[in-house]
Nanobody, 121 residues
């Protein structure tokens, strides 16, 4: 049983920045990868970014060049730095942990409760 907790959400203006954190109880986290997802009202949850501890990085096209996922090797917290925010980035953001090797787009095993990000125009 793993519990992930997101923090750092809030209100930002278009063009502004926020940094989200994903924490767990331990100072190390035995996972294959960490991911960030988001869900806007009335829409399906979508992939945002992922980091595999073997060195892989993956971003959704919509956030490339603006968002950065980073963390210390197998340590928590993992961060999502969000720059040049747009109103369409408004969503609940979730962190997730993946225990086994595979596609970074899905099959995550543990999820946080989510943190609201609201970007005003």
């Amino acid at each position: 049983q793993v519990q992930l907790v997101e923090s750092g959400g809030g209100l930002a203006q278009a063009g502004g920045s926020l940094r989200l954190s994903c924490a767990a109880s331990g100072r190390t986290f035995s996972t294959y990868a960490m991911g960030w997802f988001r869900q806007a009202p009335g829409k399906e949850r979508e992939f945002v970014a992922a980091l595999s501890w073997s060195g892989g990085l993956l971003y959704a096209d919509s956030v490339k060049g603006r968002f950065t996922i980073f963390g210390d090797n197998r340590k928590m917290p993992v961060y999502l730095q969000m720059n040049s925010l747009k109103p369409e980035d408004t969503a609940v953001y979730y962190c997730a942990a993946k225990n086994t090797a595979g596609s970074l787009y899905g099959h995550y095993d543990y999820w946080g409760q989510g943190t609201q990000v609201t970007v005003s125009s």
